[in-house]
């Protein structure tokens, strides 16, 4: 379900309409303006690039790099074939915005794309999509022929001699395919794992390509920047935090769903949007960006605004956008003994610290909730995990590790009793 | 070049070096399990994390690029505690069996957790468990062992040129294994129990026979193709108990074929001769070694006294030591005995060089060629880690091409090739030529008739590659060499290397085929066709020779065989004496690149068994010869080999031969020596004839088309007749043939059959 509030990538999207999602309506509500107005009026390339510094647009997928700096790495006058790619490998628990983006506004995601292509220089583009969801692959496809019959993409775009080929590929469901190098491996059809860096995608990418990589949200936010302006996507949320975000709120609220809202909006205005806590029970935590994010407890989160400076103040980060809110009949334990089993399952097995760590993490974590745990388990954690973090490939080491860190920080009490007691603090666990 | 300070020490290194190159550069050693310096970066093992200056965490030194001015630390407390971090992860799931695992000693896990590990764990869960895989019969596998380092999986795919090996699963669940139902058939595979640096891949044939403190380590060299792999041979109680590459970068680099790793099972072998026997009556006799040694100087004696010396014949196995073929060539010319052959796969007895036939420069200057054409060879079976070693320089630009009467796969990137009926090798090769002779403008030989060639596209492509450019070789394989047509070949590409200024080569297929041909051992005689009075063989047996040795040997009034086996040569020989293989006898092996590498036996000979060159020294003193006084197989090398070896090489044929294409005739076998079938060793090393390679060498093999009109069917038998002999073959395809081809290899299991046309039936 999703909820439109104010924003650039759903913004006049009718969702009553079955076909809201086709090309007739995107361009009904201004799609491929964008696009026209790049190839009519000779914007070049440099100028794009300087428009999408001005937005102040920070890469949606959950690292918050700046895009516009990003393109501008792109070496465009390299002689050979260069590659952009979306990651829709949205795998993130909680997270499931780019989902909603391909299903139900898929032409934005081309348009910004093509436009991406134009930009940089780029004649290829591959959008790599989550191996779970099957519909939304095949919508994203059936929007992809649309875009080609209208001329969008193909040779000779809309008359000009700029050429842009855009394909779909269907993953096969592993997280750690949303790293981008990772993305790149499994979509030259090998195993997905992560490369070690550097070298960078920018200049070795897709089948050693230079390649760009940018998240759903974030190309499908380009041609709103394009047609109204870097400046007024900016404006709509607060400096270094330019324009709206998709926020996908699940857990313990009267009315889950993404909320795409402007960057800065206060966590308590988020929260009433959702129709506040469940049952009317007491919000007790928020994860505030994803599993990876470190747990923020009530009182801290709801100082927060929503935004990347804002969060990561705090002491956790806004990641990808989702929102966990966990109310208070919720055990800490139990809800870190199934963050770490994930990370455990999902780690690719690549190197050590990883491959070995969080099934550590995993297993020690499992003990505590199962009530066999020891006092010294908690620095145990916290060593094997500062064992982990910063020592791997991918950032998946890391992520595994935020979250132990931080409900030991906020929570550890909760976890002195589970030791202590055998049993958990919260009723009904 | 670049400045870096490692652990205090200040140092430059060439753009583009790691952290771990110049770490290596100066003697400081990281830790590491994953990297390898003939392998791709992984920098999945995190061992050699190091401190590096303004760096907020510990960087991997194996993957990080030096930048100028660099300061890394490599033992400060930021990289310890981050080594022993990874330390503690890869021991949590390792089981701790060293007592009873064969890597336990020479084990890189095993001795850095010395220096990084704790003596307790804190991990207290259940330990992973993993299943074993089959990989054939040389690798044997603990993969609960397994630290996933992918040395194995990255030497299949970028070493072997065929990715055998790959690591499915994720996370805990990742494994190394092969393909599903198939085992790993690479004929260098051996070389990923070295590279495995915990127990998980270790030696099949070695497995659980000795710790590797109980082994000497001696140096040897390899005795079974011509590229003269240097070898650590492991011993223990006078027993050869497994082999090791010694590491040459210009020979064998770190690497060993199976075949040289492997063959050592025969020299333990319950079919070795031990002491020297006589036929007496029919029935075999142990004897003392003067007695024999007497007997067969009595014989040749009055042999060559009766028919003349021409009725003697000397037959050595290439891999014979310069020292043996060398006093077997003076005590035998005491008699006036001059028949020597030791190329005894040759096919062609017009075939001659002017001096000893080489590879014409050095493997490394080889491995350097801008291209390179190479004629009528199965390289990966004749000289594994050349084509190795080609493979990698394909990687850095050689253009390798093929003229060859099958499409096997180098498992390279091949820049033109030219597939031909074997019986038209001569004539690929013409049609280059003549394309060259084009090209360029210039005139061939007027003895190479091109009237009638025709010249194919391919053939085209193939002379504008080999004229063009600077650096350019032209190799003779071992198809080539037991041609029919050898010495047509020879002259045809000679003159194409001539025409193309390339450097020709020659691949010769024994340890000592290059010593063999200095010492003199080439004849312009069939001495098997000959039917000679008397034959002394060497090392050699039937399955080294052409058909008819049986017939020969059995017709003949006397064979002497020198030889470290009882069971084949007591049907054929008078007297059979006991000789060293390679591992029981000091000498020199010549190797492909005319490099003499000279070693010492690394175990006493085993009963009565004797150095070959011992045994003909006293042979000498027994005919009552001068000159046999030698104490030491150095003095007889110092005999040999007394000047520049360069003067006594040389590839150009010894004199002109005719060469004029012939028209292509019916059914035509091809019949190369199997990668397992090459010696007397290989054949009777039971682990290597229990290979995929070792199967097929008792197969007839045809393209889909040919197998149909012969009525044989995949999988089916067929029936093998040629020269009057009939075999039975197991029928495979191999669709890199043409038309009309059938290929029965030669080895034991075709040794009855004869030349000549051949016919094949279903059986």
Redesign the interface.
Known sequence: MTVYVKGVVFEGVDFDDPKHWGIEAYMARGGYAALKKILSTGMTQDEIIAEMKTSGLRGRGGAGFPTGLKWSFMPRSFPGQKYLVCNTDEGEPGTFKDLDIIVDNPHALIEGMIIGGFAMGITVGYNYIHGEVFEAYERFEAALEEARAAGFLGDNILGTNFCFQLHGHHGYG?Y?CGEETALLESLEGK?GQPR?K?PFPASFGLYGKPTTINNTETFASVPFIIREGGQKFLELGKPNNGGTKLFSVSGHVNRPGNYEIPLGTPFSELLEMCGGMRDGKKLKAVIPGGSSAPVLPADIMMQCTMDYDSISKAGSMLGSGAVIVMDETTCMVKALERLSYFY?????????????????LY?VVH?IEQGLGRPEDLD?LL?VG??IA????CALGDAAVMPVQGMLKHFRSEFEHHIEHKQCLVPGF | MLEIEIDGKKLTVPTGSTVMDAANSIGVHIPHFCYHKKLSIAANCRMCLVQVEKAPKPLPACATPVTDGMKVYTHSDMAVKAQKGVMEFLLINHPLDCPICDQGGECQLQDLAVGYGQSGSRYEEEKRVVANKNLGPLISTDMTRCIHCSRCVRFTEEIAGYQELGMPGRGEHTEVMSFIGKTVNSEISGNVIDLCPVGALTSKPFRYSARTWELSRRKSVGAHDGLGANLVVQVKNNQVMRVLPLENEAINECWLSDRERFSYEALNSAARLTQPMVKDGGEWKVVGWQEALELVATKLKGITANHGADSVAAIASPNSTLEELYLLRKSLAGLDIRNLEARTRLGDVRFETKAAGWLGQSIVDLAASESLLLIGSTLRKEQPLLAQRLRQSVKKGLKLALINPHDDELLTKIAGKLVVRPDQLVEGVLAVLKAAAEVTGKTVPADIDLAGVEVSTEARALAELIVAGEKKSLVLGNIALQHERAAELHAAAAALADIAGATLGLLRDGANSVGADIVGFATNKDLIAANKKAYVLLHSELADLKSGAKAAFEGAEFVVAMTSFADEARDYADVLLPVSPFSETSGTFVNMEGKPQSFNGVVRPLGETRPAWKVLRVLGNILGLNGFDYDSSEAVRADVLNGDIAKVLDNAPAKAVAVKAQAAAGLVRLAEVPLYETDALVRRAPSLQATVDAESAAQLRANAATLASLGLVAGGNARVQQGGAAVTLAVAEDAGLLDAVVRVPSGRATLVLGSGAIEVAKA
Request: with cysteine.
């Open positions: 592993a750690i195993k070690f550097p455990f399952e999902e780690s690719c097995g690549q190197c050590t610290p990883c491959r070995e760590g969080t099934g550590w297993r003990r145990l060593s500062g064992n910063g020592r791997t490939i």
